[in-house]
Structure formats: C-alpha cells, structure tokens
C-alpha cells in the first residue's frame, strides 16, 4: 500500500526567501506525481505534474524535482511572497487516476 | 475551458438521511474520480469513473456509491449519513485512462451531517 509523508508539516518564512518542501513516497511504481495547492476551504490547484521517466519540471518560481528510486520528490519556491501562503499537497499516481496524497505542508510567506 | 464544477457547494444533513452530490468534469474529460478531505484523514481516494464503469475504489463503505453518466457527469451518493461523513468532497477529472495526464478539481461540496 502506497503512503505518502510530506515534510515539514507546517513551515513560516519571510518574504523572499527561497524554500524547498519535501515528498516521500513507499511504492516506487509510480505512473507520476503531482504538486497542488490549497487555499482555505477552497479546491485544489495543480501546480506540477512529473512523469516518471522525468526527472523535473518548472514552472515560473517553481520547480519540482523527482527521484523514483529513492521515493523522494522536492518542490521549490524562488523568492517566496505573502501569495504563495496556501496548503501544497504532492499526491502519487500508482494505477490508472488513483491518486494518494500526502498529508501537505501549510505555508506561510510573512510580508 | 470551464473548469471542473461541483454542486451543491454546501450542504447541511441530518444522520440517517441520504445526500447526492454533483461533478461535471472539463469538457472532453471522460476521467471522473472522487475523494473525501478531513481534517483528521486528509484527502482519501473514494472511487473513479472512466467511460461511465468504475474503475477503482477506495476504502470506504458501502454506504458511498456513485455513478457516472454518458456526457461523463458524475454523481456520488451517501446514504444513512453518519456524523464522520461530515467532510469536503471534491472531484477531479482527467483527460485519459491511464494516468498520465494532470487531475483537475472542482471546488468541493462541503458536507455538514448533525
């Protein structure tokens, strides 16, 4: 059974700096990974998606990095600012779109 | 594009009564798939539909059914309501069957069970 560990839980941060959130995953038979975000009491917004024959993706200020044989999947924000304070859940494909996620890291960007 | 829509976006039920909550995934999305958040649990997979046959379950009850239309719109359906089903439950559609293609939520139907 695939579990999915992000670390860490929650995290505080002055504007501007440069973070990296961490995914950890058991089952490395793994169709891809995906990177949302959650504001409060709202959906889910995707931010990145790796296959799993790639190794990164990039998106603006973020980039996402992807390691199958180790379990392992970082997300990092450049120049962090207040609008990136939101939830940020990695979520793991194993079959077909069944995702498991992990259990996200609350982030917070002080002006 | 319109995006993945949920209604209702609110709901308040009693325990014992039966609620079905409404997805309309992207057009051209026959990928439809379900799931509960939680504060305790977090997000946890319900069930997904592919041209209108479920494909995967999670592990919840029998109580949680759901089914899946020819214009790929897709109902889930809870009855005898318990106070732990009190939760946000959000869909999410696909464009393929394999899983290789991004999710895309909805909103969420926020579920309030007394």
């Known amino acids: 059974k695939q579990e999915v560990t992000q670390i860490p839980a929650a995290l505080s941060v002055p504007e501007g700096e440069n973070l990296v959130l961490n995914c950890s995953f058991t089952?490395?038979?793994?169709?891809?990974l995906q990177w949302f975000r959650q504001d409060p009491g709202k959906g889910l917004t995707s931010l990145l998606l790796?296959?799993?024959?790639?190794r990164e993706q990039t998106s603006g200020r973020l980039n996402a990095s992807l390691d199958k044989s180790s379990g392992r999947s970082t997300l990092y924000i450049a120049a962090s600012q207040p609008g990136d304070s939101a939830t940020y859940l990695c979520?793991?494909?194993?079959?077909?779109?069944?995702?498991?996620f992990g259990g996200g890291t609350r982030l917070m960007v002080k002006p | 594009k319109a995006g993945v829509t949920q209604t209702p976006r609110y709901l308040i039920k009693t325990r014992g009564q039966q609620v079905t909550l409404s997805c309309s995934p992207i057009?051209?999305?026959?990928?439809v798939s379900w799931y509960q958040q939680t504060p305790g649990q977090g997000l946890q997979f319900l069930f997904e539909?592919?041209?209108?046959?479920?494909?995967n379950k999670g592990n919840f009850p029998g109580r949680f059914s759901g089914r899946q239309f020819s214009n790929s719109r897709s109902e889930m359906n809870v009855s005898t309501l318990e106070l732990g089903d009190s939760a946000l439950y959000l869909c999410?559609?696909?464009?393929?069957?394999?899983?290789?293609?991004?999710?895309?939520f909805g909103p969420g139907t926020r579920l309030l069970v007394l």
């Open positions: 790796i296959q799993s024959s790639q």
């Open positions: 979520a793991v494909n194993n079959a077909g779109n069944m995702l498991t």
């Open positions: 999410a559609s696909s464009l393929d069957e394999v899983g290789q293609e991004t999710q895309y």
């Open positions: 057009s051209g999305h026959r990928s």
């Open positions: 539909y592919f041209s209108e046959t479920q494909r």
């Open positions: 089952d490395s038979a793994i169709y891809n």
